[in-house]
Nanobody, 125 residues
């Protein structure tokens, strides 16, 4: 049984940084894509970034490009999201998700089979 557990959320001031981590246990080899999504109150869940476990190919939403960096540690089965220059509009619950290769070919929540419980990120002005 695959389980995803996020950590690292919290409260930070505008311009600050946070690092989120997602530990994946029980991952099947064919699921090669790990994504980060976020959902603010009253808004739909939106894509943030994704990375392939095998080749480390990354993809970012335009809103976070240049500020967020996604990385993976295959030995630890962990994916991280380093967030810098945080803005109030980055405030949301952040979720990691695991899917197959097709998941990383698009920017929607589709093709992701497993989701974590989420971690709150709050950016105060």
């Amino acid at each position: 049984q695959v389980q995803l557990e996020e950590s690292g959320g919290g409260l930070v001031q505008v311009g600050g940084s946070l690092r989120l981590s997602c530990a994946a246990s029980g991952r099947a080899d064919r699921r090669d894509c790990m994504g980060w999504f976020r959902q603010a109150p009253g808004k739909e869940r939106e894509f943030v970034a994704a990375i392939t476990w095998s080749a480390g190919i990354t993809k970012y939403a335009d809103s976070v490009k240049g500020r967020f960096t996604i990385s993976r540690d295959n030995a630890k089965n962990t994916v991280s999201l380093q967030m810098t220059s945080l803005k109030p509009e980055d405030t949301a619950v952040y979720y990691c998700a695991l899917g197959d290769t097709l998941a990383c070919a698009q920017r929607g929540p589709f093709k992701y089979d497993y989701w974590g419980q989420g971690t709150q990120v709050t950016v105060s002005s």
